[in-house]
């Protein structure tokens, strides 16, 4: 199963358009997928830390670098990830 974190406002919002159509498109191919939107920056992070405590390997991270270098920071054991 694929863990997809958002940020919404990444891009002046057009984060939130991008989920929308990928959501619809994983869908149509009977992909399981679970979203994940922050709130704040440290949502990322912790958000990531949690799933990767929890045994999740598969993520789709959608927003811009910040986004990006938080997700990052969070990976529990990068190694062990797919991204």
Do not use: W
Not at 16 to 45: C, G
Not at 61 to 68: A, I, P, Q, S, Y
């Amino acid at each position: 199963m694929y863990n997809i974190i958002v940020n919404p406002t990444a891009n002046n919002g057009k984060a939130s358009k991008v989920i929308k159509k990928m959501s619809k498109y994983l869908k149509s191919q009977n992909v399981e997928f679970l979203v994940f939107f922050s709130e704040t920056a440290d949502d990322i992070t912790t958000t990531t830390k949690k799933l990767c405590k929890d045994g999740e390997r598969e993520f789709i991270v959608v927003g811009g670098d910040g986004t990006l270098n938080r997700f990052i920071n969070g990976l529990v054991d990068p190694s062990k990830t797919h991204f």
